[in-house]
């Protein structure tokens, strides 16, 4: 055995008349892992996680939902930015707090409501992996694999995009309307911003390099691998409801 995903341990609704006992059972399945011997990752469901409880979950498990269950719905992701800024100085090496699994392609046939296709829009969709990514969240994808098409496999195998996996970034402005992320990757000196238009009208999202914390720089849009020009001022994009632009920067 290599994983473990318990359930119902991180936090849960569904035992309120029942004291809370997931700190103690938490650091007793560590203890049997290490007697075990083998190097088993433990991951620790439902959610939403505690924040204060951070340093018990990085010493006894590998990876904790920050959510409850993350379905295909817009508010879901939305709030993801808010719960992602709670925990992006948490994740580090043997340390993941969870997003959940990606609801991408063909969802539903094991919850008696019958298939459906993803109900995020494609521009949801990627605004989806950019902050899973950027963020370091687990990557686990929620789908029928069998049925999957060549869009949700774009996603996925995006290499440029996946590269940002080992990045430590920082989420540095949020509103109702929009988020712009920083970040880089220790081990290669690669830099990585991304802009996200949170509203539902098309708008301009951007961030002057000052606030970034970054020198000025060309790059690299990891969508479309479009080039960007030395802009001397900042990052900006005209962003569709709910898109991204993100870039790695030279």
């Known amino acids: 055995m290599d994983f473990i995903k318990c359930d119902d341990i991180c936090d849960s609704r569904l035992y309120r008349e029942i004291p809370f006992s997931g700190w103690h059972e938490t650091e007793m399945i560590h203890r049997a892992i290490l007697k075990s011997g083998r190097p088993i990752v433990l991951s620790l469901s439902p959610g939403p996680a505690h924040p204060d409880r951070a340093w018990q979950y990085?010493?006894?498990?590998?990876?904790?939902?920050?959510?409850?269950?993350?379905?295909?719905?817009?508010?879901?992701?939305?709030?993801?930015?808010?719960?992602?800024?709670?925990?992006?100085a948490h994740v580090d090496a043997g340390c993941f707090?969870?997003?959940d699994m990606l609801p991408l392609g063909k969802l539903g046939g094991g919850f008696g409501n019958g298939e459906w296709d993803c109900r995020l829009t494609k521009e949801e969709q990627k605004t989806m992996m950019t902050l899973w990514c950027l963020f370091g969240s687990p990557l686990m994808l929620g789908a029928e694999l069998t049925k999957?098409?060549?869009?949700?496999?774009?996603?996925?195998?995006?290499?440029?995009?996946?590269?940002?996996?080992?990045?430590?970034?920082?989420?540095?402005?949020?509103?109702?309307?929009?988020?712009?992320?920083?970040?880089?990757?220790?081990?290669?000196?690669?830099?990585?911003?991304?802009?996200?238009?949170?509203?539902?009208?098309?708008?301009?999202?951007?961030?002057?390099?000052?606030?970034?914390?970054?020198?000025?720089?060309?790059?690299?849009?990891l969508w479309?691998?479009?080039?960007?020009?030395?802009?001397?001022?900042?990052?900006?994009?005209?962003?569709?409801?709910?898109?991204?632009?993100?870039?790695?920067?030279?």
């Open 58 to 88: 990085c010493r006894y498990a590998n990876m904790w939902r920050i959510t409850d269950d993350f379905w295909d719905e817009w508010h879901l992701l939305k709030n993801m930015f808010w719960r992602c800024e709670l925990w992006q």
């Open 148 to 221: 999957l098409d060549e869009w949700t496999l774009s996603l996925l195998t995006n290499r440029e995009v996946l590269a940002m996996l080992p990045c430590k970034a920082r989420q540095i402005l949020r509103d109702g309307d929009k988020a712009v992320w920083t970040g880089s990757d220790l081990r290669t000196g690669a830099r990585y911003a991304a802009l996200f238009n949170l509203s539902d009208e098309p708008a301009p999202v951007g961030a002057s390099w000052e606030e970034l914390e970054l020198p000025a720089s060309a790059g690299t849009e």
């Open 97 to 99: 707090p969870d997003c």
């Open 224 to 250: 479309t691998g479009a080039a960007l020009p030395l802009r001397e001022t900042g990052l900006s994009a005209q962003l569709q409801p709910h898109a991204c632009a993100v870039y790695r920067l030279q």
